[in-house]
């Protein structure tokens, strides 16, 4: 951790053992296993008498059995269905050809919008009394399965809890959902996902993942749309922001991490929430890097790449919740495949949580996949084929009676509608619904925008800027420094990336960052939509830096590119600034890799910040000024051009990697970034395993810190084996781990491979561990070269 000082700053480690200490510093966080509140009387006083499954002291199983049978039809079909804030007014389908529509958040929404009474809990004393009339009318006894787009305040929970479990024929709590994917509604504003990836650190990911979940669940929010775990393998696709990058080893381990620290040891607590990964399954490799388009691999890749991302949250996480994606694979949609929903997700991996419909896919069966003749066959295939929730898709009587008349006519089996039911009460028995379904009204207070969740904003945005060039040693600069230019469009602004309001927060923009570094320099500022006009600016300044990149207006979901240069005049200003012959310093904020290859040639240094969340602006002058040294690495390849994409490190080694115009290199390689330092890397040992143990490969190598500062290295290991029976990728990530070096400290790093990291998906369709040589590499990126070998047989 550190602290913003103006001065310079107290760094402190995070490992993983201790990476939940500085929450439970910020708030008395409590389990549901030893009562931390008694119920409100209101809510008290509204449990109806104990049934089987009101009795704590059974296992969950037993207790979901038994409300199960207790249920009738219509009450399982609720418990299917989301509903959209206070509202029951959701758009009724039209026609086959309704359109859905991008609203101002970039988030799809049926048009028109599914939500008519939006954010009624800003006010702190909760929602009007008729506007709850209203939606308690349109709930009647049959109970609500979740409700989404409301962000509630604990006063409004409690309401609304106490009303269900005492006008209910059931007395079955409500699910509140909300998003969650770098921040929860009004509360701490993270740095995007695509930042939180280019620190390369795990405890930092479990951190994030838990201080969200906190502020989310001290309002009641029991279950967040996070974490974001496609493989982005096209940067050409906007929701590059949200992912953790390309590599799926990667992406697993911070993913893991993340739902390690949102679901905690237990999810019936006042601080851990259902974290929901997505979206599943090979979403973020669409066809030309359009959003919701089909992705074209075999089930090789599926295996190998692209499932492998979400595997250890689901394996080892225990994910509770999973959002079934918009596209469809080899002409299957995902919302209708069995193999992906029920016989991979379930039957091999365990899942035991619910399928939730990305918003308008079950919808798509009809009106985009036409794969459903009617709203009931997509309905009713889709609940048959794994999918347990809808999203928007239908109004509620259309979704609800599809179900019934499902039942009746056989279109939908009861076991397939019990399985639906039986995933969703589960959640909720997990959560400690039913046995403490209200909030403590003072929670927030002491959890929501608490000094410990800033101060990690902040030690994110920091760990997670990338330098990218330093020529000369431009960097860091002198904070003697008497006139600095502060020019571009990226300069005076915050920016928080997709999913994230940036009118809210801290809004520290670079050029704030660099005034409150600085209060003594002259720093002038010019937003360069006027290009002589910010040229005429830098006269007399000692350096430039610009702020380029991207915004939300062109980033995030719903905003893909058919190029990656510079948007709008940026590349213009970028070429009449560095003709005035200043040392120029481009510092990025962008959702995914840029063609910035006149840049790499023609400018001295490059930091890439991405979308650096609220505290951002301090994170880039820190590091500008060198007291934050940059140990960011990328997570996603830059290409030179966007001809060369799909453009990712990991590819097969019979691709053909040239062209007539191009040598085909990336501009910049995955798992590349400077330092104020420099690190050498020596004597790599590597320890097989006894033969038959089963035990993990380790190798050990020397990292040396040979420069003058203290600094980070992610120190990666790549591996391959040498000859398989099936085409293996030219190297793959293996381990990372960041290390603090001091200047000409010396650490023996070890890192780990296990034997089932090594398997190959194989043509007879199974995971097999062949014997043979394998070849590991180590170093500072993707293109590490201190190699060794080992051999299994």
């Given at each position: 951790?550190?602290?913003?000082?103006?001065?310079?700053?107290?760094?402190?480690?995070?490992?993983?053992?201790?990476?939940?200490?500085?929450?439970?510093?910020?708030?008395?966080?409590?389990?549901?296993?030893?009562?931390?509140?008694?119920?409100?009387?209101?809510?008290?006083?509204?449990?109806?008498?104990?049934?089987?499954?009101?009795?704590?002291?059974?296992?969950?199983?037993?207790?979901?059995?038994?409300?199960?049978?207790?249920?009738?039809?219509?009450?399982?079909?609720?418990?299917?269905?989301?509903?959209?804030?206070?509202?029951?007014?959701?758009?009724?389908?039209?026609?086959?050809?309704?359109?859905?529509?991008?609203?101002?958040?970039?988030?799809?929404?049926?048009?028109?919008?599914?939500?008519?009474?939006?954010?009624?809990?800003?006010?702190?004393?909760?929602?009007?009394?008729?506007?709850?009339?209203?939606?308690?009318?349109?709930?009647?006894?049959?109970?609500?399965?979740?409700?989404?787009?409301?962000?509630?305040?604990?006063?409004?929970?409690?309401?609304?809890?106490?009303?269900?479990?005492?006008?209910?024929?059931?007395?079955?709590?409500?699910?509140?959902?909300?998003?969650?994917?770098?921040?929860?509604?009004?509360?701490?504003?993270?740095?995007?996902?695509?930042?939180?990836?280019?620190?390369?650190?795990?405890?930092?990911?479990?951190?994030?993942?838990?201080?969200?979940?906190?502020?989310?669940?001290?309002?009641?929010?029991?279950?967040?749309?996070?974490?974001?775990?496609?493989?982005?393998?096209?940067?050409?696709?906007?929701?590059?922001?949200?992912?953790?990058?390309?590599?799926?080893?990667?992406?697993?381990?911070?993913?893991?991490?993340?739902?390690?620290?949102?679901?905690?040891?237990?999810?019936?607590?006042?601080?851990?929430?259902?974290?929901?990964?997505?979206?599943?399954?090979?979403?973020?490799?669409?066809?030309?890097?359009?959003?919701?388009?089909?992705?074209?691999?075999?089930?090789?890749?599926?295996?190998?790449?692209?499932?492998?991302?979400?595997?250890?949250?689901?394996?080892?996480?225990?994910?509770?919740?999973?959002?079934?994606?918009?596209?469809?694979?080899?002409?299957?949609?995902?919302?209708?495949?069995?193999?992906?929903?029920?016989?991979?997700?379930?039957?091999?991996?365990?899942?035991?949580?619910?399928?939730?419909?990305?918003?308008?896919?079950?919808?798509?069966?009809?009106?985009?996949?036409?794969?459903?003749?009617?709203?009931?066959?997509?309905?009713?295939?889709?609940?048959?084929?794994?999918?347990?929730?809808?999203?928007?898709?239908?109004?509620?009587?259309?979704?609800?009676?599809?179900?019934?008349?499902?039942?009746?006519?056989?279109?939908?089996?009861r076991a397939a509608l019990d399985r639906a039911a039986s995933s969703v009460l589960r959640v909720k028995f997990m959560l400690g619904l039913f046995d403490r379904p209200s909030v403590p009204v003072t929670l927030d207070k002491a959890v929501r925008r608490c000094q410990a969740h800033l101060d990690l904003s902040l030690e994110s945005a920091r760990q997670s800027m990338t330098l990218l060039k330093n020529e000369g040693n431009l960097l860091p600069l002198q904070k003697t420094l008497k006139k600095i230019a502060v020019?571009?469009?990226?300069?005076?602004?915050?920016?928080?990336?997709?999913?994230?309001?940036?009118?809210?927060?801290?809004?520290?923009?670079?050029?704030?960052?660099?005034?409150?570094?600085?209060?003594?320099?002259?720093?002038?500022?010019?937003?360069?939509?006027?290009?002589?006009?910010?040229?005429?600016?830098?006269?007399?300044?000692?350096?430039?830096?610009?702020?380029?990149?991207?915004?939300?207006?062109?980033?995030?979901?719903?905003?893909?590119?058919?190029?990656?240069?510079?948007?709008?005049?940026?590349?213009?200003?970028?070429?009449?600034?560095?003709?005035?012959?200043?040392?120029?310093?481009?510092?990025?904020?962008?959702?995914?890799?840029?063609?910035?290859?006149?840049?790499?040639?023609?400018?001295?240094?490059?930091?890439?910040?991405?979308?650096?969340?609220?505290?951002?602006?301090?994170?880039?002058?820190?590091?500008?000024?060198?007291?934050?040294?940059?140990?960011?690495?990328?997570?996603?390849?830059?290409?030179?051009?966007?001809?060369?994409?799909?453009?990712?490190?990991?590819?097969?080694?019979?691709?053909?990697?040239?062209?007539?115009?191009?040598?085909?290199?990336?501009?910049?390689?995955?798992?590349?970034?400077?330092?104020?330092?420099?690190?050498?890397?020596?004597?790599?040992?590597?320890?097989?395993?006894?033969?038959?143990?089963?035990?993990?490969?380790?190798?050990?190598?020397?990292?040396?810190?040979?420069?003058?500062?203290?600094?980070?290295?992610?120190?990666?290991?790549?591996?391959?084996?040498?000859?398989?029976?099936?085409?293996?990728?030219?190297?793959?990530?293996?381990?990372?781990?960041?290390?603090?070096?001091?200047?000409?400290?010396?650490?023996?790093?070890?890192?780990?491979?296990?034997?089932?990291?090594?398997?190959?998906?194989?043509?007879?369709?199974?995971?097999?561990?062949?014997?043979?040589?394998?070849?590991?590499?180590?170093?500072?990126?993707?293109?590490?070269?201190?190699?060794?070998?080992?051999?299994?047989?």
């Amino acid at each position: 951790m550190a602290q913003w000082t103006g001065e310079g700053y107290v760094k402190m480690e995070f490992n993983r053992r201790s990476a939940l200490k500085l929450l439970m510093a910020s708030a008395a966080y409590t389990t549901f296993d030893a009562p931390p509140f008694a119920f409100s009387q209101e809510i008290a006083s509204a449990i109806p008498a104990r049934g089987t499954y009101k009795d704590p002291s059974l296992s969950i199983e037993a207790r979901v059995n038994d409300l199960l049978r207790r249920m009738t039809v219509e009450e399982k079909a609720r418990q299917l269905d989301m509903y959209a804030a206070l509202s029951d007014r959701v758009q009724p389908l039209a026609n086959r050809d309704a359109a859905f529509l991008v609203d101002n958040n970039s988030r799809l929404k049926l048009s028109p919008p599914a939500v008519s009474t939006p954010n009624v809990a800003k006010d702190a004393n909760g929602a009007t009394d008729a506007q709850l009339s209203e939606a308690q009318a349109a709930w009647g006894t049959l109970g609500v399965g979740t409700i989404h787009d409301l962000d509630p305040n604990a006063e409004l929970v409690n309401k609304i809890q106490s009303w269900m479990l005492g006008h209910t024929r059931l007395g079955i709590p409500v699910l509140f959902v909300e998003e969650g994917l770098h921040g929860y509604f009004d509360g701490t504003i993270f740095p995007a996902p695509v930042n939180l990836a280019a620190t390369w650190n795990r405890s930092l990911a479990m951190q994030t993942g838990a201080a969200i979940a906190a502020e989310a669940r001290a309002n009641g929010v029991a279950m967040i749309l996070a974490p974001v775990l496609d493989v982005a393998r096209d940067p050409r696709w906007g929701r590059v922001e949200e992912d953790f990058g390309e590599d799926p080893y990667l992406s697993g381990q911070l993913g893991l991490a993340y739902v390690e620290g949102a679901q905690g040891t237990s999810l019936a607590t006042d601080h851990t929430v259902v974290a929901e990964i997505k979206h599943f399954a090979a979403y973020g490799s669409p066809e030309s890097g359009t959003n919701t388009s089909e992705a074209h691999v075999g089930e090789r890749e599926l295996r190998t790449v692209l499932l492998k991302s979400m595997e250890p949250s689901i394996r080892e996480g225990h994910s509770m919740a999973v959002m079934a994606a918009y596209n469809e694979i080899d002409g299957i949609p995902v919302t209708v495949d069995r193999h992906l929903l029920i016989e991979i997700l379930r039957n091999e991996w365990g899942f035991k949580g619910f399928v939730l419909s990305d918003l308008g896919a079950i919808r798509h069966l009809y009106d985009r996949h036409f794969v459903a003749a009617t709203p009931k066959d997509a309905i009713c295939r889709a609940i048959s084929s794994g999918v347990d929730m809808q999203f928007y898709d239908f109004d509620h009587k259309t979704f609800q009676d599809a179900i019934k008349t499902g039942i009746g006519d056989g279109t939908l089996s009861r076991a397939a509608l019990d399985r639906a039911a039986s995933s969703v009460l589960r959640v909720k028995f997990m959560l400690g619904l039913f046995d403490r379904p209200s909030v403590p009204v003072t929670l927030d207070k002491a959890v929501r925008r608490c000094q410990a969740h800033l101060d990690l904003s902040l030690e994110s945005a920091r760990q997670s800027m990338t330098l990218l060039k330093n020529e000369g040693n431009l960097l860091p600069l002198q904070k003697t420094l008497k006139k600095i230019a502060v020019i571009g469009p990226n300069a005076d602004v915050a920016h928080y990336g997709d999913y994230a309001d940036e009118t809210k927060g801290a809004r520290i923009s670079m050029l704030t960052g660099i005034k409150t570094l600085l209060p003594d320099a002259d720093i002038v500022f010019d937003d360069g939509e006027n290009i002589a006009a910010a040229v005429s600016k830098v006269s007399g300044a000692e350096v430039v830096i610009l702020g380029l990149g991207e915004n939300q207006k062109i980033s995030g979901e719903g905003f893909d590119r058919s190029n990656l240069d510079l948007p709008g005049n940026q590349q213009q200003l970028l070429e009449a600034i560095s003709a005035t012959g200043k040392p120029i310093v481009v510092v990025l904020q962008n959702g995914r890799p840029l063609t910035i290859g006149w840049a790499k040639k023609h400018v001295p240094a490059i930091l890439e910040a991405w979308y650096p969340g609220e505290f951002g602006g301090h994170a880039i002058a820190e590091t500008l000024f060198g007291m934050n040294n940059p140990a960011g690495r990328l997570t996603i390849t830059f290409p030179q051009t966007v001809g060369q994409l799909p453009d990712y490190y990991d590819y097969d080694p019979s691709k053909k990697g040239t062209y007539i115009d191009n040598d085909g290199k990336p501009l910049f390689p995955f798992g590349f970034g400077l330092s104020y330092t420099t690190f050498k890397y020596d004597r790599i040992t590597v320890a097989p395993p006894a033969t038959g143990s089963g035990g993990d490969i380790s190798v050990t190598v020397e990292v040396t810190n040979t420069g003058a500062r203290a600094g980070d290295e992610v120190v990666q290991l790549y591996f391959r084996e040498n000859v398989t029976s099936v085409e293996t990728a030219v190297r793959t990530l293996g381990d990372f781990s960041r290390v603090s070096l001091k200047s000409q400290e010396t650490k023996s790093v070890t890192l780990h491979l296990s034997r089932k990291r090594l398997a190959v998906w194989n043509e007879d369709g199974r995971w097999v561990l062949e014997p043979g040589t394998f070849t590991v590499w180590v170093g500072g990126s993707s293109e590490a070269m201190l190699a060794s070998h080992f051999s299994l047989k």
